[in-house]
């Protein structure tokens, strides 16, 4: 059985919500799409993320959580029940630059599930250049065992009940 998708867009919108004081709230990063199986995100431009200040260009470390969080999300949609997947290995490859003061979109999705191990594909790209990515990456992402996860849901779940989304 597959976990109820809203529930996954829930969870999405409260780990952005939750602590204003964690690198959600420091990037600014935002979910803009969930389903079965994809995610997509995007990382809003701002002075603070940039990493050389005679270009402007976003540091790519900003780039990694994006690639990262949006591989983990789209390998949450794909569990039983609600829950995390760690990240075991994540893989970037860095094909050019992101144009100065246009936020960064991220789209994952994931190719193989298997008992264990959650495989997806990112790339990162800045709007009406998605063709033309700032950055692909390969992630792998642990399946936590079926009765933590099923902990972890029972934990979730309440917190969950008041979140209302529009994703």
């Known amino acids: 059985m597959a976990v109820d998708i ?3 867009k829930k969870l999405a919108k ?3 919500s939750a602590n204003k004081g964690d690198h959600f709230h420091q990037l600014g990063l935002e979910f803009t799409h969930l389903e079965t199986g994809a995610c997509e995100m995007r990382l809003p431009y701002s002075e603070r993320l940039v990493g050389n200040p005679d270009t402007g260009v976003v540091h790519g470390g900003a780039i990694t959580a994006l690639l990262d969080t949006c591989c983990g999300m789209a390998c949450a949609t794909v569990l039983e029940d609600v829950g995390l997947t760690p990240t075991m ?8 630059v992101a144009e100065p003061g246009q936020d960064i979109y991220a789209r994952a999705d994931v190719y193989r599930s298997s008992q264990s191990v ?3 594909r990112g790339r990162a790209y800045t709007k009406g250049q998605e063709d033309r990515p700032v950055a692909h ?5 642990i399946r ?3 009765e933590v996860l099923k902990n972890l ?3 979730f779940k ?5 979140v209302e989304v529009d994703l």
């Open 6 to 8: 809203v529930l996954v």
């Open 14 to 16: 409260l780990m952005v």
């Open 89 to 96: 290995d994540l893989r970037i490859d860095y094909m050019g």
């Open 118 to 120: 959650l495989f997806a």
């Open 137 to 141: 990456c390969v992630a792998n992402f």
């Open 144 to 146: 936590l065992d079926e």
């Open 153 to 155: 849901s029972e934990q």
């Open 158 to 162: 309440p917190f969950l009940e008041a």
